[in-house]
């Protein structure tokens, strides 16, 4: 099992040079996990291909749900506290911090390209780019 985050969920779906790379760790190890927020920054990226028109209503909401059939039941409420414990000891956002409380949660490596995550919690994360 791994936690991936929003954007290797995004690579996962919409083409784009590191979608090669989101099939491969798929392949690979197609156990993912990720905290709830995942469905809302998934959205949001959907919302943008929207607002720019790349993408049909109908294709944002068929991607959303191929995306959330992929993570069903691999989806986890993280602990506030340990969270905000992530936020007080780091710059990152608690967003990014609720990837990384799952991560230390399931005792596990988050998969993201976020630079900020891969340089303050090595050893929590691994770059999908390394994969």
């Not at 991936?4 to 996990?33: C, M, R």
């Not at 992530?86 to 976020?114: G, H, P, W």
Request: hydrophobic fraction near 45%; proline fraction near 3%.
């Amino acid at each position: 099992m791994i936690v991936v985050d929003s954007n290797v969920v995004a690579y996962l779906y919409l083409p784009g040079e590191h979608t090669a790379k989101a099939e491969a760790l798929l392949e690979q190890d197609p156990d993912w996990a990720a905290p709830v927020l995942w469905r809302s920054e998934f959205r949001n990226i959907l919302a943008g291909y929207l607002w720019r028109k790349i993408l049909t209503f109908d294709q944002a909401c068929s991607l959303q749900s191929e995306a959330e059939d992929l993570l069903a039941g691999a989806e986890f409420e993280v602990d506030s506290k340990a969270v905000l414990e992530l936020v007080r000891d780091s710059d990152c956002s608690a967003y990014d911090c609720e990837f990384i409380a799952l991560a230390n949660k399931l005792q596990v490596k988050l998969v993201t390209m976020d630079a900020k995550l891969l340089r303050t919690f090595p050893k929590r994360t691994i770059s999908l780019a390394a994969g």
